[in-house]
């Protein structure tokens, strides 16, 4: 069974930080070191929008909002991928969603209060 499973959401204040995971599992794991990794929000009542990504040989590129504040690493001998936020804002909130091409996990929720 293939799986990406996140971690790590939850609620923080404004100017807070979470660290979020993202575990792959099944046949994911054959193909998770050669591909490009993402991360992916979606606010209530938004579209889906990316956040981040990274690519196999581990160079990131992040949209405008969160650049300087989000981080994102990858461990290709665990296969897992990490997003690293610090202060955060309202505007943040959201479920967050990591994807392997082709794949999608069941997101976790960032809730971050004023």
């Known amino acids: 069974q293939v799986q990406l499973v996140e971690s790590g959401g939850g609620l923080v204040q404004t100017g807070g930080s979470l660290r979020l995971s993202c575990a792959a599992s099944?046949?994911?794991?054959?193909?998770?070191?050669?591909?490009?990794m993402a991360w992916y929000r979606q606010a209530p009542g938004k579209q889906r929008e990316l956040v981040a990504y990274?690519?196999?040989?581990?160079?990131?590129n992040n949209v405008d909002s969160v650049k300087g504040r989000f981080t994102t690493s990858r461990d290709n001998a665990k296969n897992k991928l990490y997003l690293q936020m610090n202060s955060l804002r309202p505007e943040d909130t959201g479920v967050y969603y990591c994807?392997?091409?082709?794949?999608w996990g069941q997101g976790t929720q960032v809730t971050v209060s004023s």
């Open positions: 994807q392997c091409p082709g794949f």
């Open positions: 990274i690519t196999s040989t581990g160079n990131t």
């Open positions: 099944g046949s994911i794991r054959s193909i998770f070191s050669r591909n490009v």
